[in-house]
């Protein structure tokens, strides 16, 4: 069966670029999650989605950050514009009702 | 703010013997404990979960919760070099579909 799909796998970009993260999750599983992960501050949560409709944003950290998930098996997560604190492996992670998530293999993103 | 504190190690342990990782969160309303593995460079990959007090065995892996402490460990008998990894410590609040809050990992090393 094949995994939760992230895109791109790298990205390197310029300060005040936008940035696009894609991910498809696992079919079949209702609920789809993005976290950041940094050294400093470990994997948190940005925001998760429930039935393609967005339940928590809490963890997005300024109005920059914004993400969407048009149907069951896509969904976006856009920076815009992109700042150099905003380098971290951003991962998505798909699950169903009352089963744990899974993840997919990340985007590692540097804002030079 | 829920937190979710472990040991960041290293933690040495000789091959063969038992390595044990421990965690403590702040949320007495967590319902839902998890084990996560992580090579570097890698995504978090699931190993273990638990909902309920006690233990719980998979393998060489043992889950163990206790709420009232407010404590989860996981233990890994017959350590093998493979094993080698960050081990990551999730909870989540609800029963449902709810992102998961992460401790910033245990860096265990199994030593041939």
């Known amino acids: 069966d094949a995994g939760v799909i992230q895109s791109p796998r790298h990205e390197v970009t310029e300060m005040g670029q936008e940035v696009t993260l894609r991910c498809k999750p696992i079919s079949g599983h209702n609920s789809l999650f993005w976290y950041r992960q940094t050294m400093m501050r470990g994997l948190e949560l940005l925001i998760y989605?429930?039935?393609?409709?967005?339940?928590?944003d809490s963890g997005m950290p300024e109005d920059r950050f914004s993400a969407k998930m048009p149907n069951a098996s896509f969904s976006t997560l856009k920076i815009q514009p992109s700042e150099p604190r905003d380098s971290a492996v951003y991962f998505c992670?798909?699950?169903?009702?009352?089963?744990?998530?899974?993840f997919g293999d990340g985007t590692r993103l540097s804002i030079l | 703010q829920k937190e979710v504190e472990q040991n960041s190690g290293p933690l040495s342990v000789p091959e063969g013997a038992i390595a044990s990782l421990n965690c403590t969160y702040s949320?007495?309303?967590?319902?839902?404990f998890f084990w996560y593995r992580q090579y570097s460079g890698k995504s978090p990959e699931l190993i273990m979960f638990?909902?309920?007090?006690g233990d719980k065995e998979d393998g060489r892996f043992t889950a163990q919760l206790n709420k009232a402490s407010q404590y989860v460990s996981l233990l890994i008998r017959d350590s093998q070099p493979s094993d080698s990894a960050t081990y990551l410590c999730a909870v989540k609040s609800g029963g449902g579909a709810d992102g998961l809050t992460f401790g910033k990992g245990t860096h265990l090393i199994i030593q041939p």
């Open positions: 638990i909902y309920s007090n």
């Open positions: 992670a798909s699950s169903s009702w009352l089963q744990p998530q899974h």
């Open positions: 949320d007495r309303g967590s319902q839902s």
């Open positions: 989605f429930n039935n393609n409709v967005p339940i928590d």
